[in-house]
């Protein structure tokens, strides 16, 4: 009897360890799936402020914008002889837009990350800690996970200077603004993401970093765990899979009255739409010092009226200043302060032909004017990038805060960078094809795109 259990036991041993390597897939096969992408406004988000007023929301809304932008900088004028520990980035809750929910680790621990197109590792906090923030449990447990593995000293994946090499371990150091940091081990793990028909898709070996010392970081008291790098660096999401995904993703930010409030998909591979006969492309600009995803932007247009910016206004500079970057992380388009300067003039001169009243400044926004419900001469604006032209619409191009009988041009300066921010991408559906080196987008009503 004891022999016929053994047997069984042993056979479905073998069934279910047949089953794993069957559902498991290894970052070279071909794939898609979708996350959730979670606004901060939405109540589904970790880090939904509540109910706030409008007022209250265009406000924050402008300082999220302005401290995106200050993080992006500092990522920019980063280069790869500096040593690690004494970068500073001003990352935190308030220069991140978006959330995710994914597991990661066997069994499936549930994690939500801050979704960031500017960074590259992923990490997240790990028990045991040595400090970590006041998270929401559960925290991920490297101990209680079977498939976790440290990376050693000697493995090509530990590139150095960006990591070093401590007790054999590959460690590394990442500093924020406001005196954050994290600490951990450069370590793999099956990271499971939602695939088709209620399946999952684990993918085996994932890079990510294992942060068991964390201090200082805002978003304490949250289930915010970590960091979800969608950059081009190597130890990225996007990276990582760049074979699986056959190297696209695409989001599509959903528009709705209440700003930044309704949740979106961040599609992957299989899961984008990679050929629309309407779809403009215009291709990436790579540059070593930087990861971030820049566009060749070579003019602009208010209204019907292109200003004609002289050849490299926009361009990227050896120094990190310059250029311009396609982001979710900022809400407001972000403009460098000397082109702003122009673009505005050109918004004021129409509204003042009309003879709409300005009204001081919002937040960062400037050029701010009284409501008035009868107005409706908004006009568009176009973003004139290499070989395609981005026009956003005005339902897209303003703040309006009806109760305080307001509104505001959706256009922040910024000294040094140009992003074009998630407020002017809704309805947009914008897919990143790494493999061709392109980002291509169409108009398109995102409330219908459903998982």
């Not at 790869?80 to 929910?101: G, K, M, Q, R």
């Not at 956003?392 to 300066?413: I, Q, R, S």
Request: proline letters at 6%.
């Amino acid at each position: 009897m004891a022999h016929v259990q053994s047997s069984r036991f042993h056979a479905v041993f073998l069934f279910l360890t047949v089953l794993v390597s069957l559902l498991c897939f290894t970052p070279s096969e071909s794939a898609g799936f979708s996350l959730k992408l979670i606004p901060r406004f939405s109540p589904e988000s970790p880090l939904y402020p509540g109910n706030i007023s409008q007022s209250e929301r265009i406000q924050k809304l402008a300082e999220i914008s302005h401290a995106r932008a200050n993080y992006l900088m500092s990522k920019s004028s980063q280069n790869a002889t500096i040593d690690p520990e004494n970068i500073h980035l001003t990352v935190h809750e308030d220069s991140i837009v978006y959330s995710a929910e994914l597991s990661l680790g066997t069994p499936q621990s549930s994690q939500f990350f801050l979704v960031d197109g500017g960074s590259g590792l992923i990490w997240t906090q790990c028990l045991p800690c040595i400090n970590c923030f006041n998270q929401i449990p559960p925290l991920f447990n490297s101990i209680a996970s079977t498939t976790y593995q440290k990376i050693q000293c000697n493995d090509p994946r530990c590139r150095k200077p960006f990591y070093k090499c401590v007790n054999e371990k590959c460690v590394y150091t990442q500093k924020y603004g406001g005196g954050a940091v994290t600490k951990g081990t450069l370590s793999t793990e099956t990271f499971t993401f939602p695939y088709t028909n209620g399946r999952v898709l684990p993918v085996q070996d994932m890079i990510f970093g294992c942060s068991n010392d964390n201090q200082d970081f805002t978003f304490r008291g949250k289930k915010i765990s970590g960091i979800l790098g969608l950059n081009r660096a190597p130890e990225s999401l996007v990276s990582q899979l760049k074979s699986t995904i056959q190297g696209r993703f695409s989001y599509c930010l959903v528009y709705v009255d209440r700003e930044m409030e309704a949740t979106s998909i961040l599609r992957f591979g299989e899961d984008t739409v990679s050929t629309r006969r309407d779809y403009k492309t215009t291709p990436l600009m790579y540059q070593t010092m930087t990861s971030n995803y820049y566009l060749n932007l070579l003019d602009i247009s208010v209204g019907d009226r292109r200003i004609g910016f002289p050849p490299g206004t926009f361009a990227l500079k050896p120094n990190g200043n310059g250029g311009c970057i396609i982001d979710t992380g900022a809400i407001a388009t972000l403009i460098d302060r000397g082109p702003y300067e122009r673009v505005m003039k050109e918004f004021d001169e129409h509204f003042k032909s009309f003879g709409v009243q300005r009204v001081p400044k919002v937040g960062g926004m400037e050029y701010c004017y009284k409501y008035n419900p009868k107005f409706r001469a908004y006009i568009p604006m176009t973003f004139h990038f290499q070989g395609a032209d981005y026009k956003v619409e005005p339902t897209y191009m303003y703040f309006h805060d009806n109760a305080k009988g307001y509104f505001c041009v959706a256009l922040m300066p910024f000294a040094g960078k140009t992003v074009l921010g998630a407020w002017q991408q809704q309805d947009m559906l914008v897919l990143y094809d790494l493999n061709l080196g392109v980002v291509r987008f169409a108009p398109e009503n995102c409330a219908r795109d459903k998982f």
